[in-house]
């Protein structure tokens, strides 16, 4: 075993898209909200943003490191949410106050 061996950084080696909320803490600042694994898919990340997991967030990164790439996907992310809250017509409280100010900012 004289070869050099790697652990890879992908969690089971999958090729995954992962979605990770930025989101202000104040006087703390921005920071990356902590998330597993399990839970950095864009579906969880929407539905978290719509039930107001997230106390102020800003942006939505997502990235791929088998593809190498990572974007700012806050205007996809917040035109989807905008687009589920036109199909049922409600706006939760939290959501009004938190996920849709940024979706407003990102979009307009």
Not at 3 to 26: C, E, K, L
Not at 79 to 101: F, K, Y
């Amino acid at each position: 075993m004289g070869r050099n061996w790697t652990p890879s950084i992908m969690p089971n080696g999958h090729d995954q898209n992962f979605y990770i909320v930025v989101n202000n803490y104040g006087k703390l600042g921005p920071a990356f909200a902590e998330t597993g694994v399990a839970e950095a898919d864009l579906e969880t990340t929407i539905t978290d943003l719509m039930s107001g997991q997230y106390s102020n967030p800003v942006r939505v990164v997502a990235f791929n490191t088998s593809e190498h790439w990572a974007e700012d996907a806050s205007e996809d992310v917040a035109r989807e949410i905008m687009r589920r809250l036109d199909l049922t017509g409600a706006c939760p409280p939290r959501l009004c106050r938190s996920s849709t100010a940024m979706s407003v900012r990102t979009v307009n």
